[in-house]
């Protein structure tokens, strides 16, 4: 029987809903969402936004890798809360979507060098990135691969680096044993490999659609 602390609230649609919100967009980020909405590409939702820049920020980062540039909603809170010099490499295969993120990067304000776009498939060019080198890594790329960007990912991130991943909820579908597509069950072997490693101090929110976070020790 759940505990008091554990057991949902009739409330929690509307404070999920409140906590999204919680954090207002500028035209910057709307604009962004524009584009994603004109090109058919899901960002990350307010919520996530605002904790990348969070998380950003916490962890001092100066190195990022972003699988799934998208539109540049998540590259423009990932860079509004790193160090002025801090960088993301971010990969995508749509270079549409990536001519868009250039857009909001210019947008924005920010250095064109604070941005390395490559377009490419992430498992062909995760590889090519240096051991130990990023402070923090995102995973918002193709849900069927996340068990292989999980492996760079860990190669990738220093002592103490951050270790994000996206939609891990995927739609409320992980919860539910019954769904067994292939992206969800990518999602939930991840989820189970990352809490089960102890290479990792993992923990899960409930933000957007699920945002499973570990940081690296060892």
Do not use: C
Not at 54 to 69: I, K, M, N, Q
Not at 174 to 201: H, I, K, M, Q, Y
């Amino acid at each position: 029987m759940p505990t008091s602390s554990s057991r949902p609230s009739s409330k929690q649609p509307a404070s999920w809903a409140y906590t999204e919100q919680f954090v207002p967009e500028d035209d910057v980020l709307q604009r962004a969402r524009a584009r994603a909405a004109e090109l058919d590409v899901e960002p990350v939702s307010t919520g996530v936004a605002a904790a990348l820049t969070v998380l950003a920020a916490a962890v001092g980062a100066r190195t990022v890798v972003e699988v799934g540039t998208g539109t540049g909603v998540s590259l423009l809170s990932l860079l509004r809360g790193m160090a002025e010099d801090g960088v993301v490499t971010t990969i995508d295969p749509d270079g549409e979507a990536q001519r868009a993120a250039r857009e909001a990067v210019a947008d924005d304000g920010i250095r064109t060098n604070r941005a390395r776009f490559i377009n490419g498939r992430a498992l062909e060019v995760l590889p090519r990135l240096t051991d130990g080198a990023y402070d923090l890594v995102l995973l918002d790329g193709d849900e069927r691969e996340y068990g292989a960007y999980l492996e760079q990912a860990h190669r990738l991130l220093r002592a103490g680096g951050l270790l994000v991943v996206d939609d891990a909820l995927f739609k409320g579908r992980v919860v539910d044993p019954a769904v067994r597509d292939a992206s969800t069950a990518a999602l939930r072997e991840v989820s189970r490999a990352v809490l089960e490693d102890g290479n990792w101090f993992p923990t899960m929110l409930p933000t957007g659609d699920g945002l499973l976070l570990a940081v690296k020790h060892g």
